[in-house]
């Protein structure tokens, strides 16, 4: 940024920051501190607006976070249908188990039943073969052959019929205490699920934020470069107005005459000469790339990083245009008409001190500057505090640094 003589930036200070009614008199050291305190201001707002990301990266990367979110939540949903379908062939076996490790009616164990059931299959089909064992039977009509198959097999078949029965509870509550496992997995691969749904949610509200912010930025411009244009049939009429102005200024003070010669008009044919509207370092510049990659599109001024509450200037003698109050959520800016064609925009602006169709001299303060998100008149194409200026010939946005002294 070009040098500001001294004397412009102690009175910039004085206006923004010093009480007014101590202007009469202040000391060095006070002064010092006050220039101190601006520059401190300065570099907190120039940090402020080069600590935000990319608006366009950062929807990209919302987009992803969404896709792989979603992904992850669908992973989540395909394992806990899975791990139910377990769980539920899983109770259905114990199901069938039940009846080995169940009780009747009273509470008494059934096992007993179970036993004698299965011995008496047993012996009744060592009895069906009784006719074909040889003869010589007791009183009891039984052979030998009959009482050694009741001894060996109904003793044997009783003892196996225990071990089965503990080999089908022992498997019951393994069963059982897989089940309790599946059930504690099934449990906290729900909550799984549900933080990941929650995050896919936050990833897609994010990234529709994103998109509708870029939409507003893009809408906001559009609105913008149509009072520009708006603005260009009323230059012409704007032009002969400071003209007007300037040779009654001149004819009042003696240096022109009331009907200027052929030869010239004292110098009222040279273009505006244009001041800077605001004091502080160049944050973004004419066309930054890094501007259009953040916000998506191109910065047709350049961004003057200062202390959220600066005045700002015109930058030249004018006719104010347009005053647009933003409000508490949108975009304020004011459009200033000049001589020869040329206008300039100063954006962000957090308070208006002018109104549409008003005469101002170069230097003359116009409102406050702003830029902080989410305060008044910021809009949506800020980082930090700064103020927006644009210089506009025949309707072409041109570097403001090429009219800048």
Request: no cysteine.
């Amino acid at each position: 940024m070009h040098t500001i003589n001294r004397f412009a930036v102690t009175f910039v200070l004085l206006v923004a920051l010093i009480p007014l009614g101590t202007l009469a008199y202040i000391a060095t050291g006070e002064r010092d501190e006050t220039e101190r305190a601006f520059r401190e201001a300065l570099k907190v707002a120039v940090e402020e607006y080069s600590s935000g990301r990319g608006l366009q990266a950062l929807l990209r990367r919302q987009t992803e976070a969404a896709k792989t979110a979603a992904q992850h939540a669908g992973a989540l949903a395909r394992d806990k249908r899975a791990l139910r379908l377990q769980v539920a062939a899983l109770q259905k076996k114990l199901q069938n188990l039940q009846i080995v490790v169940d009780t009747d009616s009273s509470g008494a164990s059934r096992f007993p039943q179970f036993v004698e059931e299965g011995r008496e299959d047993i012996l009744s089909f060592v009895r069906s073969v009784g006719p074909l064992a040889s003869a010589g039977s007791d009183s009891t009509g039984i052979t030998s052959l009959r009482r050694v198959l009741v001894a060996s097999i109904g003793g044997s078949l009783e003892e196996d019929l225990r071990m089965q029965k503990r080999r089908e509870i022992l498997a019951a509550f393994l069963e059982e205490q897989k089940l309790e496992d599946l059930r504690a997995q099934y449990a906290a691969l729900s909550a799984e699920y549900l933080t990941a749904l929650e995050a896919q949610e936050d990833a897609v509200r994010q990234q529709q934020f994103l998109s509708h912010r870029l939409e507003e930025i893009k809408r906001t411009v559009a609105e913008v470069h149509e009072q520009v244009l708006r603005m260009q049939g009323e230059l012409a009429r704007i032009d002969a107005r400071i003209r007007s102005r300037a040779e009654r200024d001149l004819v009042e003070k003696g240096l022109l005459d009331t009907a200027p010669s052929a030869e010239g008009d004292g110098g009222l044919t040279a273009g505006p000469q244009f001041g800077w509207p605001a004091y502080g370092a160049i944050s973004a510049g004419f066309l930054n790339k890094e501007y259009e990659q953040y916000f998506g599109i191109p910065h047709k001024g350049m961004d003057i990083t200062a202390p959220q509450g600066s005045p700002v200037f015109s930058a030249a003698d004018g006719v104010v245009f347009l005053v647009h109050d933003g409000g508490a959520d949108h975009y304020s800016y004011i459009l200033i008409g000049h001589r020869d064609g040329y206008a300039t925009l100063y954006g962000h602006l957090s308070s208006l001190a002018v109104s549409a169709g008003q005469f101002v001299m170069k230097g003359e303060a116009i409102g406050l500057s702003g830029g902080t998100p989410g305060t008044r008149g910021a809009g949506p194409t800020t980082t930090g505090p700064h103020l927006h200026f644009e210089v506009i010939q025949s309707g072409t946005n041109i570097d403001p640094k090429s009219v800048l002294p």
